[in-house]
Each structure stands twice: as C-alpha cells, then as structure tokens.
C-alpha cells in the first residue's frame, strides 16, 4: 500500500451554521490522504494505476462551491466521490480546517477529520 496526499488546499466557501458564515464565507484548508495499492503505478510510470492528484483536487473544489452546514457532512461528501473514482480505496482521510471559526474567541481553526472506513463501521 501507498499513499497518495494533498495537503493545504486553501478555499474561500461559505459553509457553516451560523447567517454570518453563509454571507461572508471563510477560509478552509483542506488535506486529502488516500492510501491505495500504486504498486504498478510505481513499477511501470502509469498514472491510470494509482490516484491522480488532480482528480483529488477537482473532487475537494466541486464540493467546497456548495455550501453545507457541517464540515463533518462535507468531509462525508468527498469521500464518496473519491470512492466513486477509486472504489478499491483502502483508507481515505479528510481533513478540513476552518480558519479563525465564528465562536466569539480567538482561535487559529476549528479541524474535523473523517476517516474511511474506520468512521462508517
């Protein structure tokens, strides 16, 4: 097994629960890790036998344009188009941070990460 990874993708969307977050937006980061045999990828420099970065990031962009109320349900959504392009996935970790989250403090972001299939058993 191997992992393939995009960490630090930054978006400015507008999910979240609160009216303020659906008007003005914030700043996300998000980091993908898929892990998935890229064996043959490895052996033989063929793209089509492991997970292409840029389908990675297309699948995190299409998402972060629709607004959600919970980065755990956005993080849900990503996986399974992730599984859909790579259904012989053998672990997806999604992690989305939320810069300086509406929460009447000062804190750097709020992080929920989810887990296949560890979270869904």
Excluded: W
Excluded at 21 to 29: A, D, H, P
Excluded at 55 to 73: D, N, S
């Amino acid at each position: 097994m191997g992992k393939v990874s995009l960490e630090g993708i930054e978006f400015h969307a507008y999910h979240g629960v609160f009216s303020e977050e659906k008007k003005l937006g914030n700043r996300f980061t998000v980091d993908l890790h898929v892990e998935t045999d890229f064996r043959q990828a490895m052996l033989h420099d063929d793209l089509k036998k492991t997970v292409d970065y840029y389908k990675l990031y297309q699948i995190a962009k299409a998402h972060m344009q629709v607004p959600v109320k919970l980065l755990e349900h956005l993080a849900h959504l990503m996986i399974q188009d992730i599984l859909k392009v790579y259904p012989d996935t053998a672990h997806i970790c999604v992690v989305i941070k939320k810069h300086n989250p509406a929460i009447g403090g000062v804190v750097n972001y709020s992080v929920v990460e989810v887990n296949y299939p560890q979270d869904y058993s």
